[in-house]
């Protein structure tokens, strides 16, 4: 975790980056999730 928060505090257009891919990966497994209980 310290090492993200460096890599922030490097370079902030990666930090966005890498929280887009963050999200789109949440969203990825709560829609696998949504698709395995119906």
Do not use: E, H, R
């Not at 966005?16 to 829609?31: E, N, P, T, V």
């Amino acid at each position: 975790m310290k090492t993200i928060i460096m890599c922030m505090a490097i370079d902030p257009f990666f930090a966005i980056l890498a929280i887009g891919q963050f999200i789109s990966y949440l969203g990825f497994i709560i829609f696998w999730v949504n698709m395995q209980l119906k």
